[in-house]
């Protein structure tokens, strides 16, 4: 059985954060999060999570699908795996290790790492990537013959070693009996911690090889120790994402600029603007044009609908229907099918029935609105009398005149016509013609 044990007790000093490291959001997402997706499918057993800096706030964040050792002093990266020794030992007979802070790293690639050492039956098999910018990786130092003599880090490398290119990608699978005998015996650092990095150096003087995986694509082996490591990690996953929906189907017209989050998901044939942002559980049909400038979190958005310029969170659109420029769906918003929210509109914890138009500035909160209705420019629920929050009715093809003011608790009835600048405090039966301030009912509507 393999045994995966993910270091992630490391502050980060060089992010600068009072956020432990592993919790910083990539594309949305914790960076944690992407390590533990790419181990998920190599072992039954949990992976095993140490933790120090901020363990509670990675607890939380994490939750419980693994099983957590923590590392109260963090010495060094060799004495961070012998605390996942109590819960693997006699469980697993063979070992992966892998820090938190390399989320870029996909299950392909491990499981490279792990094959590699069981087809050699070597004691430890590590991954390399050949970079021309080492980012602070340790370098593999090689003996003439070509094996592998031991890993130095930057700090106490040479100016020759310094100047070597194949680089410490920080993967290794090793023979847990061996792991487990070893990692006492790791010498303490000029740096003051155990380096996981010296067994290395260990199995090769024992005469054990040291197997040598290489990652294919350099950029999984993105590192992240600071904000600048943090964007490029961004700038990479961000492009992995962006071309699947292409592959998909999803036209971008710009997609530097186009940033959707791992969580989302979009139908073909929708094409999306520069500047636009898709997060969170966002589900997109098909055939819709979202964007430029546009931010859309959390939301359904049905077939062939358009977003121009806006904010849409926690909100439905249905199929058809189209928002903005400069307009803001706010959460529990729904938009039936064909309805239009023109410019400037803000839309809260209200339904708009199929059809229904709400062309110019105008705010609807708290509201049910029915079909076919036309709510005129600069109408205002008033939803809020200092204290509490009370809801607003509509019926169906009601017509709110422009510059109406809603004083809810208040219901308009269906056929309805507000005349312009009323202030409704009470509730206007159907088929009714109201006006003034405060609005009454004056006449029937003329049937056409
Ligand atoms: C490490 C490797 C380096 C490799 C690089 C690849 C060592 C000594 N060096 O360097 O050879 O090229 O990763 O990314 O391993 N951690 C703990 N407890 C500790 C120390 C660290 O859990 O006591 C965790 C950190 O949270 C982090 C990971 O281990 O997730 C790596 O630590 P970090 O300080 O980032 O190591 P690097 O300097 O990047
Ligand atoms: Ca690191």
Redesign the pocket.
């Known amino acids: 059985m393999l045994g995966v044990v993910i270091?992630?007790?490391?502050q980060?000093t060089r992010m600068r954060s009072e956020v432990p490291?592993?919790l910083h959001p990539l594309c949305g997402r914790p960076m944690v999060f992407y390590t533990l997706d790419a181990v998920h499918s190599l072992s039954d057993l949990p992976p095993v999570l140490?933790v120090?800096y901020g363990a509670e706030e990675v607890r939380r964040a994490v939750g419980e699908s693994v099983t957590y050792v923590e590392?109260p002093e963090?010495?060094?990266?060799g004495?961070?795996v012998l605390q996942a020794r109590p819960v693997l030992e006699g469980r697993a007979d063979e070992v992966l290790i892998l820090?938190?802070?390399?989320p870029l790293l996909t299950a392909e690639t491990l499981r490279r790492v792990v094959d590699a050492r069981r087809t050699a039956r070597a004691v430890l098999s590590i991954l390399t990537v050949v970079a021309e910018d080492p980012r602070?990786?340790?370098r593999v130092v090689r003996q003439a013959d070509g094996s592998v003599a031991r890993?130095v880090?930057e700090a106490d490398a040479t100016d020759e070693e310094r100047a070597l290119r194949e680089?410490?990608?920080?993967v290794y699978a090793c023979d847990a009996a061996w792991l487990w005998a070893h990692l006492p015996l790791l010498p303490l650092s000029r740096k003051g911690?155990y380096?996981?990095?010296d067994l290395v150096g260990m199995a090769a003087r024992e005469g054990h090889p040291v197997v040598t995986v290489a990652a294919d694509d350099p950029t999984e082996a993105l590192?992240i120790?600071t904000r600048v490591h943090l964007a490029e990690a961004e700038a990479v996953l961000r492009r992995r994402i962006n071309d699947r929906w292409m592959v998909a189907g999803v036209t971008m017209i710009d997609p530097q600029t186009t940033y959707i989050e791992p969580t989302v998901a979009i139908g073909p044939d929708t094409v999306i603007w520069p500047n636009t942002i898709l997060r969170g559980t966002t589900v997109v049909g098909r055939g819709c044009h979202l964007g430029p400038n546009t931010l859309i979190a959390d939301s359904v958005i049905g077939d062939r609908c358009r977003v121009v310029a806006s904010v849409v969170e926690g909100a439905v659109m249905e199929e058809g229907s189209d928002v903005g420029p400069f307009s803001h769906l706010r959460p529990g918003a729904h938009l039936g099918a064909g309805v239009h929210v023109g410019n400037f509109g803000e839309v809260k914890n209200a339904r708009l029935g199929p059809g229904t138009r709400m062309g110019h500035f105008s705010y609807v909160g708290d509201a049910e609105v029915g079909a076919g209705t036309n709510i005129g420019a600069g109408t205002v629920t008033c939803n809020f009398d200092g204290r509490r929050k009370h809801r607003t009715i509509i019926g169906e093809e009601a017509f709110i005149g422009s510059g109406t003011m809603l004083v809810a608790p208040v219901r308009v009835g269906h056929r309805a016509v507000i005349g312009a600048g009323s202030v409704v405090t009470h509730d206007i039966p159907d088929d009714t013609v109201a006006y003034g301030v405060p609005a009454r009912e004056r006449r029937k509507v003329e049937q056409p």
């Open positions: 270091l992630a007790a490391g980060g490291k592993v140490v120090g590392q963090q010495r060094g990266t004495h961070a820090y938190a802070d390399m602070g990786f340790g890993i880090e680089l410490n990608a920080g911690e380096y996981l990095t590192g120790n």
